[in-house]
């Protein structure tokens, strides 16, 4: 068996993930994070996009997170994101509807705040489509 | 028959009192249930956010973030939690009187103080009682988002780092069981100091992008989820109080009833015994 790490996946609203992995790959502001056991400790700013974990029978699991913070101790992994969710219970449609929105909401942008508001959502919902296609691909792999 | 006729009206109106306590009372049981389950499901992160701080405090971070260091206290802030509505007992009095104690202490130590509320009962309160109010929000309902409280939270962070305040405190009612609420004062800022972390290793996180904004970004968040669980742990609180209360004011519906229905009675039964008298006397004298 391979050595394993404890992974928590928490967001404000709910604990989605609790359990142990071999491997974890996050996506942190400074471009993609792999994470095995003894990892130096860590802090950092999470984009939004997909974690995906490898537990101890070499199975994948995909999550999505929309931001947040990671936290990595040799031996524990704490996810703290803003709102979490299973890859397979994203929406695909309504990623893509939101997409949208914010595309034509920044085309026709009628204050500053809006414009940011709505760059956010799109970075969001970009994030959201981009890891529905990764779990698509891995299954079509598999 | 007047007396009886006022009784019987006055029953009619306790019944009717009745029939809306019980309501709410059965109304607050089912939104406590549903708001001990948010508080719950709020806790894991709560939980986890505290252990990545306590963590962080036994690290030896080259930078030194102002939210880990104590410094004088001059001025004391107090983020006062209470309910929107009434009608839940003692619920936020018990907060007020303990709050209202313990900032009195802080005055006469020559330390000034900062409200900020949650709930329009505490501003109303603070209103009346006096205090330097800055900042409150409220009607935030059954269901809190993050955001209805991050108003307040970012007031009472921007007067910490002006240094207009050097201590933060939240003022809640924790819920320990549907009987009991205890009133609790708390401090979040600066973070509790931790004793032993001269001994640990001299070991320190590797950041990303950089320490200043990764840890400007958990000490947020941590406020915002310490804040936002105790808003959480209130409104399970209220609605406990709540159906407490109005279970008693039930009960004393009923037993206000059935006083009323013995005088009712025995009037009645004294108006047909003097009409009878009446009427046999007179047959007597016929």
């Known amino acids: ?142 | 028959m007047s007396a009886g006729k006022e009784i019987r009206t006055k029953i009619r109106s306790i019944q009717n009192t009745r029939k809306i306590t019980n309501a709410m009372e059965m109304v607050a049981a089912s939104k406590m249930r549903k708001a001990q389950q948010r508080m719950d499901q709020a806790r894991p992160y709560a939980d986890k956010i505290r252990q990545v701080i306590r963590h962080l405090a036994h690290a030896n971070p080259e930078y030194r973030h102002s939210y880990l260091e104590a410094r004088e206290v001059r001025r004391v802030g107090y983020i006062v939690v209470s309910s929107d509505r009434g009608l839940c007992g003692g619920l936020n009095n018990n907060l007020f009187r303990q709050l209202v104690r313990s900032m009195k202490a802080q005055e006469e130590a020559g330390i000034g103080v900062d409200v900020c509320t949650i709930g329009s009962r505490a501003s109303q309160f603070f209103g009346r009682w006096g205090g330097n109010l800055v900042a409150e929000t409220s009607q935030i309902g059954d269901r809190p988002n993050l955001q209805d409280v991050v108003g307040p939270i970012q007031t009472m962070l921007e007067r910490f780092d002006n240094g207009d305040i050097d201590e933060l405190r939240v003022c809640y009612n924790t819920f320990v069981n549907a009987m009991t609420q205890r009133p609790t004062e708390e401090t979040i800022l600066p973070l509790p100091q931790q004793e032993e972390a001269e001994t640990s290793h001299g070991w320190d996180y590797v950041y990303e992008p950089s320490a200043p904004e990764v840890l400007d970004d958990l000490l947020r968040r941590y406020v915002e989820s310490v804040i936002y669980q105790s808003v959480v742990e209130n409104i399970a609180c209220e609605q406990a109080a709540r159906m407490v209360a109005m279970k008693a004011a039930s009960d004393n519906a009923d037993k206000l009833i059935d006083e009323l229905q013995l005088a009712y009675n025995k009037a009645r039964q004294a108006a047909i015994t003097t009409e009878l008298t009446e009427i046999i006397s007179g047959a007597a004298a016929v």
């Open chain 1, 1 to 142: 068996m391979a050595i394993t790490m404890h992974v928590d996946i928490v967001s404000a609203e709910e604990s989605v993930f609790s359990g142990t992995a071999s491997f974890v790959l996050a996506r942190s502001s400074d471009g993609e994070l792999g994470v095995m056991p003894r990892h130096v400790p860590l802090l950092a700013q999470l984009q939004p996009g997909e974690v995906m974990l490898r537990d101890e029978f070499d199975e994948e699991h995909f999550y999505y997170a929309s931001g947040g913070l990671i936290e990595v101790q040799p031996h524990v992994v704490t996810v703290l994101a803003d709102t979490a969710s299973r890859a397979r219970d994203l929406d695909e449609a309504a990623a893509q509807q939101a997409k949208k929105r914010a595309e034509q909401a920044i085309e026709n942008r009628s204050g500053d705040m809006d414009y940011a508001r709505a760059q956010a959502e799109l970075v969001e919902a970009a994030a959201q489509l981009r890891t529905i296609q990764t779990l698509r691909r891995r299954k079509g792999q598999g």
